[in-house]
């Protein structure tokens, strides 16, 4: 049995009601719940963008369908907060973790996510005593970018988090600086360098990630290996943000970039739909 909720109505045909109260509530009905008493039941629901809200909504879809003893498995291609899984500061939350317990409180038998940041591979695993199956996009993006280049090239990771995203490429190394501090309100960290000791000159260059979230590591890779002497450059990612101006940045200094449909862009041309049938 299905669940699927209007933010993934993209992919599969909303069954459920989400709407908002005046002051911003969340409202959730799923309709004829009894049919799913003593069941199972899939739940596809994006936890992004809108993360907060969206993280409190299935909260109460899970809620709701385990007060009628459904069993619940839950579909969420990208997992917020995913990048704070350390502490960088005393004191700081681990908010990746307490969004996994929170999951795994209400229910959740199992999550179905991608390129999940903190499990850095493929696989099954628990975390925050949430079972999760964590599903790579890498060896998609990387055929897609062959259908695109249609000559050869080489896949290059901009960190070394990333590289079981492309394990018979090369990786960068990336270094982050400390929280920047004339910003109160933001806890953005500028990457500081971005460095690579391989050969690129003259060659067609991927460079893949999990996510593209300000766009500034992919910005910086492009301007780094541009600098080498690449030829032509392409840029993908399994999950878009394209947060600020930074869609329009990278599509400017990259041949081509693309993301999968984790979440929906004007440029998410590999779909997670295979996965999750
Ligand atoms: C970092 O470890 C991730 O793999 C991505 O490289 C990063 O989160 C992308 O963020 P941004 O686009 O803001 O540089």
Do not use: W
Request: with cysteine; proline share 4%.
């Amino acid at each position: 049995m299905e669940i699927v909720s209007p933010n993934f109505a993209d992919l599969k045909t909303p069954n459920i009601e989400i709407k908002t109260f005046p002051d911003g509530d969340s409202y959730v009905r799923i309709v004829d719940i009894e049919k799913y008493s003593n069941k199972s039941a899939t739940v596809f629901h994006r936890l992004y963008p809108n993360q907060n809200s969206s993280i409190i909504q299935v909260l109460l879809i899970i809620k709701t369908l385990t007060e009628v003893k459904c069993k619940v498995n839950l579909v969420s291609p990208y997992i917020p907060y995913s990048r704070q899984d350390k502490t960088f500061l005393e004191g700081e939350s681990k908010s990746a973790k307490f969004i996994c317990e929170l999951l795994a409180e209400a229910g959740v038998q199992e999550l179905t996510t991608f390129d999940c940041h903190f499990l850095k591979k493929p696989g099954r695993a628990t975390y925050g005593g949430l079972q999760i199956n964590n599903i790579s996009l890498g060896k998609e993006l990387i055929e897609h970018a062959a259908k695109k280049f249609k000559e050869e090239f080489v896949t290059i990771t901009p960190d070394q988090g990333a590289s079981y995203l492309n394990p018979e490429g090369h990786n960068m190394k990336k270094k982050r600086g400390s929280y920047d501090a004339s910003d109160s309100k933001s806890v953005y960290r500028n990457i500081e360098e971005l460095s690579f000791d391989f050969d690129v000159s003259g060659k067609n260059i991927l460079i893949v990630d999990d996510m593209i979230s300000t766009g500034g590591t992919m910005l910086k890779a492009v301007e780094n290996i541009r600098k080498a002497g690449a030829r032509k450059i392409a840029c993908a990612a399994a999950h878009g943000f394209f947060l600020k101006d930074s869609f329009e940045r990278l599509s400017s200094v990259s041949d081509f970039l693309f993301v999968s449909d984790s979440i929906p862009s004007k440029v998410s041309e590999v779909s997670i739909m295979p996965h999750i049938k």
